[in-house]
Structures are given as structure tokens and as C-alpha cells.
């Protein structure tokens, strides 16, 4: 009976997200406009990366502005120099191949990776 209830649900789950786009239309963002991020347990090779207190470890990709919102008390540049951007308008910039502590009072609104 669970393994029923649990596809039922993901059935379900999946007709509304496909619905949903099909009401949705087009909209002004494209695929473009997203950076791929990803939370991991380890900074991967490459990437521009961001530690947060529960042990997640935020991935960043691509040149540009990846927008994410959290506390963060360490960063690592696997790869290109980035800007942590704080939530007052402060900053912290991570040199390239390099590793640093953030400010851990403050919320992260943006990392800047720079290509």
C-alpha cells in the first residue's frame, strides 16, 4: 500500500508540474539566465564554493551572478576568483585557488564569479 500511496503522489506531482508549464507558456527567462548550483558535500573541481553550517557545501558554475540567499561562514575557489555579496552591501572577494572565512552574521545574497 505504500508503494502505491508514494507513486500515486509523484504521478501526481508530475502532472501538475507538466500542467503547469504547459499553462505557463513563455515567459522572459531563458536557460541562459541560470546558473547551475548545486549543494554537495564537497567542493568540486572548478567550481566556486560556499560552506553553510549544516555541512552543505553550495557549488556555483558559470561566469556571472548566482543569486542565493544564506549564511555562509566559509568560502573556497576551486578555479576562478568570486565576490560574496552580503545582504548590506558588503562584500568579500575569494581569489582564485584560494580560501577564506566569511562573515557568518551576515546573509549571502550573491556570489560574483569572475571569468
Not at 576551486?78 to 545582504?87: A, D, E, I, L
Request: glycine share 10%.
Amino acid at each position: 500500500m505504500q508503494l502505491l500511496k508514494k507513486h500515486v503522489t509523484r504521478t501526481a506531482v508530475a502532472l501538475a508540474l507538466g500542467a503547469g508549464a504547459l499553462v505557463g507558456g513563455s515567459s522572459t527567462a531563458s536557460a541562459a539566465d541560470v546558473h547551475p548550483q548545486y549543494v554537495t558535500y564537497k567542493c568540486d573541481d572548478g567550481r566556486a564554493c560556499v560552506y553553510d553550517r549544516s555541512g552543505g557545501i553550495w557549488n556555483m558554475d558559470g561566469c556571472g551572478p548566482n543569486y542565493i540567499y544564506g549564511v555562509f561562514y566559509f568560502a573556497k575557489a576551486h578555479g576562478n576568483s568570486f565576490t560574496v555579496w552580503y545582504q548590506n552591501n558588503t562584500w568579500d572577494l575569494v581569489p582564485a585557488w584560494s580560501q577564506r572565512f566569511l562573515d557568518a552574521g551576515n546573509k549571502v545574497t550573491e556570489v560574483d564569479v569572475h571569468c
